[in-house]
Every structure is written in C-alpha cells, then in structure tokens.
C-alpha cells in the first residue's frame, strides 16, 4: 500500500510569514494526526481527526495554526504568523480504527516523512 | 493528563542485548507502544502491549506491567543500524476516541 504522502519536505520562511503543509493519508485510514516535532523532543499531538470531525485539538495554538480535512481525506496545517518557535518537523500520520481480532490491537499509527519547517 | 518518562540516552555495542524503559501516568489507558525514528527520518511502528507480559517480535521484544505503569523495549543481538530514537507512547481513550501521546525518547548508540 502507498504510504503516507506529506509536502513540502523543506520549507524555509520569515517570522510574521504564512504557511501550508499537506498530508495525504493511506487509502480508507479514518484517522489523520498532525503531530510536531522539536529537534530532541518527541512527537506531539497538534490535533486529531476521525474522518472530517476533529477528536482533539486542545494543543492546537488557534491564534496562528488551522488545520483542516475536506471530505475526510487529505489534510492541510496552515500557520500565519510563523514565530520562531514554530522551527520543527510537522509529521501527519494516519490509522484505521481497528486492525482487527478480538481486541482493538491499537491501530499503529502510518507516519509520513514529514515537513521540516525553519522559521527565520 | 498524560505523562511518560523515558532515559534521554543509552550506549552499548553490537551484538549486546539493551533494554530502554517507560514509565508512564495515565487515565484512560489503553495499552503501550513502540516507535523506532532514525535521524531525519519518521518514526516507524514496533510493537504494542495492551496486556500485561511480553510480546515478541524477532530481535524486539516490549513488555508492559499495567500494575506498575511500566514498560521495557528489549533490543537483543544489537546492529550498528539499530542507532536511532526509540519513543514510547501511551494509548489512552478520553471523549470515546483513542488518542496517542509520546514520551521524549531514548537515544540508542550502537558502537562496533
């Protein structure tokens, strides 16, 4: 199966400036994550979706990043302004809701190759 | 809300058997996963416990004690490709839906 596809992979701007990375998640997966990454640190949750329905975007800062997922398939994270705290990798990855058997086996999450992001 | 805690580093040689932990606190829990993340790289999907015990898969085996709120992935027979950032990351359900959070990973060094 193809994987998950993220753009741009780089992507170079000043503070104050805007913008835009898409995820395109692997065929039929309900569920699309944007997570961040900060050089050292791992991955944190941005924001959730289960199919066009956002689950959690509690750590979403709202005054400068949206995030949204037409028709429950591809995905765009939008940041204006940047600041210089937002340098990291953007990482979209995606699940299925189940894998099957008697239990939930916990979907493991399909990453993409993400997005670094250096905010100048 | 949810917390996990892992070492920053571990060094050891090829061929040798490591083992790196994972505490977490949690509401909710589900179960624990494995992700391994080479430099510049995604992070890639290892394994998942959502019993107590282990699991094997290979060189990789995790380990997941619900009771203690731990958790071990064991790395055995080491490859200098085995350099890279292990996390693990807890699954815990809130609002009905299953969400994922991330510990801060431990650096695995693999020297020959």
């Known amino acids: 199966e193809a994987g998950v596809a993220q753009s741009p992979r780089y992507k170079i701007i000043e503070k104050r400036q805007s913008v835009a990375f898409w995820c395109n998640p692997i065929?039929?997966?309900?569920?699309l994550y944007w997570y961040q990454q900060i050089l050292g640190q791992g991955p944190k949750l941005l924001i959730q979706?289960?199919?066009?329905?956002?689950?959690?975007d509690s750590q979403l800062p709202k005054d400068r990043f949206s995030a949204e997922r037409l028709k429950g398939v591809d995905s765009t994270l939008k940041i204006q302004p940047a600041k210089l705290e937002d340098s990291a990798v953007y990482l979209c990855?995606?699940?299925?809701?189940?894998?099957?058997?008697?239990?939930?086996?916990?979907?493991?999450?399909?990453f993409g190759n993400g997005t670094r992001l250096t905010v100048t | 809300g949810q917390s996990l805690e892992q070492p920053s580093e571990v060094t050891a040689v090829e061929g040798a058997i490591v083992q790196m932990n994972c505490t977490y606190q949690t509401s909710g829990f589900y179960g624990l996963s494995w992700y391994q993340q080479h430099d510049g790289g995604a992070p890639t999907f290892l394994s998942y416990?959502?019993?107590?015990g282990l699991e094997e898969t290979g060189r990789f085996s995790s380990f997941l004690s619900r009771s203690d709120s731990y958790g071990y992935l064991l790395l055995q027979e080491l490859q200098m490709k085995d350099s890279a950032s292990y996390f693990c990351?807890?699954?815990?359900?809130?609002?009905?839906?299953?969400?994922?959070?991330f510990g801060t990973g431990t650096r695995l060094l693999v020297s020959p």
């Open positions: 065929s039929g997966h309900a569920t």
């Open positions: 416990n959502a019993l107590d």
């Open positions: 990351a807890v699954r815990y359900v809130n609002t009905g839906f299953q969400k994922l959070v």
């Open positions: 979706f289960q199919n066009n329905g956002v689950v959690d």
């Open positions: 990855a995606s699940s299925s809701t189940y894998s099957g058997g008697l239990l939930p086996l916990g979907s493991p999450l399909h």
